[in-house]
């Protein structure tokens, strides 16, 4: 469907707005709506009506509010029920959020759904009948154009919040009523198409993803395909035997299965220290959040005191492998000497690996394989939370093939890997770039900067 704009436009008055098509309105949002934003919150008070609530996280994690969504539990005074009820054609929005770019998020209620009270940190938008469209100011609450005016408006330094002035005074572009609803009916059209092209790019995402590991299982557990002679500088044809792991089964014959602790040093890191004992100096150090399957993330590193003793230590070494020891257990990634000087907090297990006799690349695509399986969850303590302690991580028993072996099956997987990383990453471009087209379309046409038709 081709768009073009409106046959003729007209200044709106409004700076940031410009121009508009001829024959829509300007309106602020409280003389076509009623806004109500909620105090109704989660606890339950004795004397009080039981009600469903709807609260912040419905209303962020779906465009639509419905009884598909499991509500909350919890009570309400009869005014509370009279005010927040949400009906039919009514438009939610997160009025607080610790995020600035999380202010005014919209969901469109899709039906008239039984004692579902609108809760804490959101505000109800009812549209006044004759002059707004529901589903057309939900749209319109999407669009970044008008939404920016939200985001400037909210108070706030590390929580950001909007008045019911703020919200109530915002202006909102208003066609006829039969344009209003064309369209919503064309919006909910063109994103529904978008949003299938979405779920199918990551499903396939997912699909890779379990190849990746599938690869990732085979290799170090039963060697790569096709294995050559030996007099090639293969590995010749494989003769199995049973690795005596229940869950691994049968490994080749010449591999053996050993301790990790008696090919890699396995130090737990530092317990958090605040402040200086005396000649300690601060330093960086990693903690569970940082370590990510693979690789480290640095965009939020800590720092505290560590002695001398304590530096030599715990201080990391291109090539260690830093394990979770808490968190996502087992979770394990290469450090590559991301930081100059970097250590480790007692979140984190730093595994030293003997070069002569184990590769790390070899053991950081083995203890993946582990950690997606799920062992390092079935051999950890989970009355509340669990820790991958320093004994059982040494004690772990681990697959390893001759040295050569080792080096073979980290090139073979490093390049199968990469391949596809590429391609996740050329889906997820396409990803953002959908989200993005849908995002500027929306804008687009509740702003009349493209023209569709009624009967479109």
């Known amino acids: 469907m081709k768009l073009t704009p409106y046959p003729k436009y007209k200044d709106s008055g409004i700076e940031w707005l410009g121009k508009i098509p001829e024959g829509w309105e300007v ?35 779906n465009e639509s509010i419905d009884d598909s969504i499991d509500f909350m539990i919890a009570s309400a005074t009869f005014d509370e029920i009279k005010k927040f009820r949400i009906l039919r ?20 209620v899709k039906g008239t759904l039984e004692t579902v009270i609108c809760g804490y940190h959101l505000a109800l938008v009812r549209p006044k009948s004759g002059m707004i469209d529901g589903k057309y100011l939900f749209r319109t609450f999407q669009s970044y154009i008008v939404n920016s005016q939200f985001r400037l408006s909210a108070n706030g330094i590390t929580r950001y919040g909007l008045s019911k002035n703020s919200i109530s005074s915002a202006v909102f572009l208003v066609p006829s009523l039969p344009k209003q609803q064309a369209i919503a009916d064309f919006l909910d059209h063109k994103t529904s198409k978008i949003d299938e092209l979405i779920k199918k790019n990551e499903k396939l995402i997912e ?10 299982s085979h290799a170090v557990t039963k ?15 494989l003769k199995m035997k049973d690795s005596g792991i229940e869950w691994i089964g049968e490994i080749p014959e010449r591999w053996e299965v050993k301790r990790l602790k008696y090919v890699a040093e396995i130090v737990l890191g530092k317990m958090l220290q605040n402040e200086d004992t005396g000649n300690d100096k601060l330093k960086f150090y990693m903690r569970a959040q940082n370590i990510q399957w693979e690789v480290v993330d640095t965009n939020d590193v800590k720092e505290m005191w560590f002695s001398d003793y304590e530096i030599k230590k715990y201080r990391l070494q291109k090539g260690d492998l830093l394990v ?80 050569n072996e080792q080096e073979q099956i980290v090139t073979y997987l490093d390049k199968k890997s990469s391949a596809i990383d590429k391609t996740i990453q050329k889906i997820l471009s396409q990803i953002e770039k959908l989200k993005e087209y849908r995002q500027a379309l929306i804008s687009n046409v509740v702003t009349g900067k493209v023209k569709i038709n009624e009967d479109q």
Do not use: M
């Open 27 to 61: 309106k602020r949002l409280k003389y076509i709506s009623l806004v109500r934003p909620s105090n109704v919150d989660k606890k339950t008070e004795g004397g009080e009506t039981e009600i469903r609530l709807c609260n912040y996280i419905d209303v962020y994690n």
């Open 89 to 108: 054609g009514d438009v939610l929005i997160t009025k607080d959020s610790e995020e600035w770019d999380d202010i005014a998020v919209p969901s469109f």
């Open 207 to 216: 699909l890779l993803k379990e190849k990746r590991q599938a690869i990732i």
């Open 223 to 237: 060697g790569i395909p096709p294995h050559p002679p030996l007099e090639k500088g293969g590995w010749g044809a």
């Open 324 to 403: 979770s020891e808490g968190g996502e257990v087992g979770r394990t990634a290469l450090w590559n000497g991301e930081l100059e000087e970097c250590y480790i907090q007692n979140s984190v297990h730093k595994v030293t690996v003997d070069k002569k006799l184990a590769n790390n690349r070899y053991l950081l695509y083995l203890l993946e394989k582990y950690g997606k399986w799920g062992y390092f969850e079935s051999i950890v303590n989970r009355v509340s939370i669990g820790h991958l302690t320093r004994e059982k991580l040494k004690e772990i028993e681990i697959i390893c093939p001759p040295k």
